[in-house]
């Protein structure tokens, strides 16, 4: 069996994520290694160490990994069972967006952090186990992966700036346009790199506007707007889970389980009651 094995969960043009599993049999420190480009580890079961020149930092489920661009370490396992792990890597200026200029350096021109880890809270733990589960079943589609992949990094690398309470002119009128580009496209699985395109700013911007304007996540609001769409076409259609894939539903159950969390009962259960 491999020490190591990686499987990818998602690559768009913003990030990529990845789940890591080793099995921890080598004791000793591992040969010199270096990221290519700066990842966040979030390590979830397992321990092991991490060395970097003379120091050494323990990686557990309490703490947010740094592994920096060309930057050496060495791993080692002194606890048995090995270790798994979520892998996010982000575009650069994606992660100089979100990171506090506090922990940011540059390096040969590469975006770094100036220290190793950093602790997370339990809520930040509760998004790694949602996104790796949502992933790796096919339950998160690809925008809201990454809409809590960036809440995710967000919180874990602390706030990045202070936002006013109310919302300018300009910054509704960039929502307005978002709500727009949703809604003449249902069915379509957008990305955030998708409507950051069609729209124009970043896609960190963008999500941290539209959570200001509207109080709810913009993956949210999208899904919000399609399963109010099923509930004005449930009634007249015979077969629902063509329905929910017409309306960008991964599966029938996924459509169901989204129609039962909103609305408190399930597709066909609504379509009786219309009956009567």
Not at 13 to 35: K, P, Y
Not at 37 to 47: D, E, I, K
Not at 97 to 118: N, V
Not at 153 to 173: E, I, K, M
Request: charged fraction near 20%; glycine fraction near 6%.
């Amino acid at each position: 069996m491999s020490e190591l094995h990686v499987t990818h969960l998602l690559h768009t043009d913003t990030l990529d994520v990845r789940h890591v599993r080793c099995a921890g049999t080598c004791r000793h420190r591992s040969a010199e290694e270096c990221a290519s480009a700066t990842q966040l580890v979030f390590p979830y079961r397992g321990a092991y160490l991490r060395h970097v020149g003379s120091r050494q930092f323990v990686a557990d489920a309490n703490h947010v990994q740094f592994f920096n661009a060309g930057e050496a370490y060495r791993v080692s396992h002194p606890v048995d069972g090995g270790d798994r792990s979520l892998v996010v890597a982000l575009s650069e200026p994606l992660l100089h967006e979100l990171a506090p200029r506090s922990i940011q350096t540059r390096s040969g021109g590469a975006l770094r952090f100036d220290r190793q880890h950093l602790r997370i809270d339990p809520r930040a733990q509760a998004l790694v186990a949602l996104i790796r589960h949502g992933l790796e079943n096919g339950t998160l589609e690809h925008l809201e992966a990454e809409t809590l992949l960036l809440t995710l990094v967000s919180r874990s690398l602390g706030p990045r700036t202070s936002h006013h309470p109310d919302a300018s002119p300009a910054r509704s009128r960039l929502v307005d346009r978002v709500k727009l580009l949703l809604a003449g496209d249902l069915s379509r699985r957008w990305t955030l790199a998708e409507i950051a395109d069609q729209i124009g700013g970043s896609p960190v911007y963008l999500t941290q506007v539209f959570q200001q304007v509207e109080g709810v996540p913009l993956y949210r609001y999208h899904l919000r707007l399609r399963l109010a769409r099923a509930l004005d076409l449930v009634p007249g259609r015979d077969d629902l889970a063509a329905l929910g894939l017409d309306l960008g539903f991964s599966s029938h159950s996924h459509f169901t389980t989204a129609f039962r969390q909103a609305y408190g009962r399930s597709p066909s259960e609504f379509k009786r009651t219309t009956r009567h």
